[in-house]
């Protein structure tokens, strides 16, 4: 059997720059030279577990058909899925200090309490989550409201974890011990204990598989869209696309959050800076 520095030499220059082109094609990934290091590792244990000969018998096998298990398998495996809950909390602190109060108030005058989100990038679904838990404190538990959030993802591994909607204690530390408390059931005291959100939670979130690049399956409008650390790892131009397509999903006035190590500085997007990562839909 090859060992993992076998596996990543025998990945060539040529193999990972033919993968970088499909790859950006079909989702907007950029695997610029620099995370080259990075995709060989995780490609490597891909080629091992599926017992491929080589490299570009795995190549091959899983590029024939982008359409395939085998190919959202690679995407998945050289995605990143960091994330947290709260994490970022400054936009939590607006929703709750400004945007929300404000949005309230004016849907309660018009008769029309209905509020539409979308996580973009929800990874394993704490974000998403979150964003539930914010949105029915601010309604002080829903009632009278309309609340859904839509929360997507490119990958099917993560999105499974986010629909169970189970963390243990650990990742479930960060929520706030109040909402914890509220919105989720423990599963015991040890440090191993899983925190499962409770049904009416959960009932909020539509988790669904979304590839940002192809045709939207929705028409919005949003009141707000969080996309938090996904563009990092587009280039510009497909920033620049992606950008004015969440402002055709904004209501007027809606907000759209990036992530704090993302600069919108430089593309051309109609959108009116409120504070840094924060833009209205003018």
Known sequence: ??????????????????????????????????????????????????????????????TADTGSADFRGL??????????????????????????????????????????????GCSTGEEAYSLAMTLLDATEGGAGWDIKLLASDISMRVLDVARQGSYDS?????????????????????????????PHLKEMI????????????????????????VMIYFDAPTQERLIKRFKTMLTPGGLLFTGHSESLSGINHGLEHVQPTIYRNI
């Open 75 to 120: 995407i998945d495996a050289i995605s990143t899925n960091l994330t947290s809950f709260f994490r970022e909390s400054t936009h939590f602190d607006y929703l709750n200090a400004s945007y929300l109060p404000a949005l309230m108030r004016s849907k309660t005058r018009t008769g029309q309490k209905v509020i539409r989100a979308w996580c973009a």
């Open 206 to 229: 539509a988790f669904r598989y979304l590839n940002l690049m192809e045709k939207w399956p929705f028409a919005g409008p949003f009141d707000f869209i969080f996309c938090r650390n």
């Open 1 to 62: 059997m090859q060992t993992t520095i076998d596996i990543e030499a025998e990945l060539s220059e040529k193999d990972l720059a033919e993968l970088a082109t499909l790859v950006h094609a079909h989702c907007g990934i950029d695997l610029r030279e620099g995370k080259r290091d990075l995709v060989r590792a995780r490609l490597a244990k891909q080629i091992r577990v599926g017992k491929f000969s080589t490299p570009q018998e795995y190549l091959r096998h899983v």
């Open 170 to 198: 650990e990742r479930a530390q960060a929520i706030p011990a109040g909402m914890r408390g509220k919105y989720f059931a423990c599963g015991g005291d040890s440090d191993e204990a899983c925190h499962e959100a409770l």
